[in-house]
């Protein structure tokens, strides 16, 4: 099997995507789009089993993959979903001090991470998880993420 793109090209990758979140929460700096990546996959793991955060990591780009795990102590008991706004506050409070994540970070991750994925591999893991996670990952304009760089 030869080596997947996303390993490959890791980084070619991770660049677009930092400059996809840039460009979709109008921020300036790489580290104020991956505080608010990191804030939005935080949250989302938030509410899943250590099985299921690892199955939904499986269809990740390389580098969203491994910021999606670093750190997680998955919870016994997860908490179910919230509605996007308190989900959203929840992201912004990641590294407050330093935290820029705009209202619109949920939508603006979910949209970019929907350019770099397999989109049948990643509604079939969404399809795998409780209710909400497929809500969590809804961009009104799913056409408009259509792939970048492959």
Do not use: C
Request: overall charge neutral; hydrophobic content about 45%; proline content about 9%.
């Amino acid at each position: 099997m030869p080596m997947p793109w996303t390993y490959r090209h890791a980084s070619k990758e991770w660049r677009a995507i930092l400059d996809d979140l840039k460009d979709r929460m109008d921020l300036v700096s790489d580290n104020s789009a991956y505080t608010a990546l990191d804030g939005v996959l935080q949250v989302f793991r938030r509410r899943l089993t250590a099985q299921q955060g690892l199955d939904f990591a499986s269809v990740l780009p390389a580098i969203p993959r491994a910021i999606f795990v670093a750190g997680w102590r998955p919870e016994a008991e997860p908490p179910p979903f919230a509605d996007r706004a308190t989900m959203t506050r929840e992201a912004q409070q990641v590294r407050p001090h330093h935290n820029l994540t705009p209202d619109s970070a949920i939508e603006a991750v979910a949209w970019t991470l929907r350019r770099y994925v397999n989109a049948a591999d990643f509604q079939r893991a969404l399809d795998q998880l409780p209710p909400g996670a497929a809500g969590f990952w809804h961009v009104d304009n799913p056409e408009g993420a259509r792939p970048r760089i492959f």
